[in-house]
């Protein structure tokens, strides 16, 4: 049996990942406060932002582990702010940590002892993961240490035969996207890729669909933005 655990499969890139892992054979677990709409998903509820969050949940995640052959854990969910370095107290800039970064720290402590020979752990990263935005200060930071963090799971992981890698979508058509953009101001970002559009949402499902599915690309950041056009 083939598991994928995945966190923020209620909308955007998690919903269409969920999909494409169903329709591959997969067994897939949901970690989110709303639940995913597709009744092949078994969704567990929890709060990520929530220190304890591991300790409500974990009788229920080991028992979808324990007969997995295979795991595939993706860390997609995160929280994005308008937020600026200069006007950002610390408190705030903690609970977007605890989201962004610490829980994909707790799940990798719970669920890669579980992990046998040709699973993978996958970071959604971002087009931020690399540079910078006036006004996402906390996403920007957290999306630049995720790639830290994919990188050091590689190497802590060498010999076991578990792979890792982070892609990075460009501007995705979702909710999350639209609720940081304003409307009059999409066509501008749509204009940013050399296609000339947003990415798809299912265009990232397939390329983390693939990322599981192939080893070699152990440590690497995938870029996934249809080619960004600087100017």
Not at 58 to 81: C, D, F, K, M, Y
Not at 93 to 105: C, G, H, K, S, Y
Not at 215 to 226: C, D, M, S, W
Request: aromatic content about 6%; proline content about 5%.
């Amino acid at each position: 049996m083939k598991c994928l655990i995945i966190t923020g499969a209620s909308a955007g890139i998690g919903l269409h990942t969920a999909d494409a892992f169903v329709k591959a054979g997969y067994q897939v677990v949901n970690l989110s406060r709303r639940r995913c709409p597709l009744d092949s998903v078994t969704h567990i509820n929890c709060d990520l932002s929530e220190p304890g969050f591991i300790e409500s949940i974990g009788p229920q995640l080991s028992s979808a582990l324990q007969s997995a052959e295979e795991t595939v854990l993706i860390h997609n969910a995160a929280r994005l702010l308008n937020d600026s370095a200069v006007e950002t107290p610390s408190n705030h800039f903690r609970e977007i940590i605890e989201t962004n970064l610490v829980a994909p720290n707790t799940l990798n402590y719970f669920v890669i002892p579980y992990m046998q020979a040709g699973s993978s752990v996958l970071y959604v990263g971002s087009t931020l993961s690399e540079k910078a935005v006036p006004n996402s200060y906390s996403y920007v930071t957290t999306k630049h240490a995720m790639v830290g963090m994919m990188r050091a799971t590689c190497q802590d992981l060498a010999g076991r035969n578990i792979h890792t890698a982070c892609v990075c979508p460009g501007f995705t058509d979702t909710e999350m996207l639209r609720q940081h953009v304003p409307e009059d101001v999409m066509p501008q970002i749509s204009a940013m890729s050399a296609f000339e559009r947003l990415v798809h949402p299912d265009e990232i499902a397939n390329t983390l669909l693939w990322a599981a599915q192939n080893p070699v690309i152990n440590g690497a950041v995938l870029h996934a933005n249809l080619g960004q056009v600087e100017r």
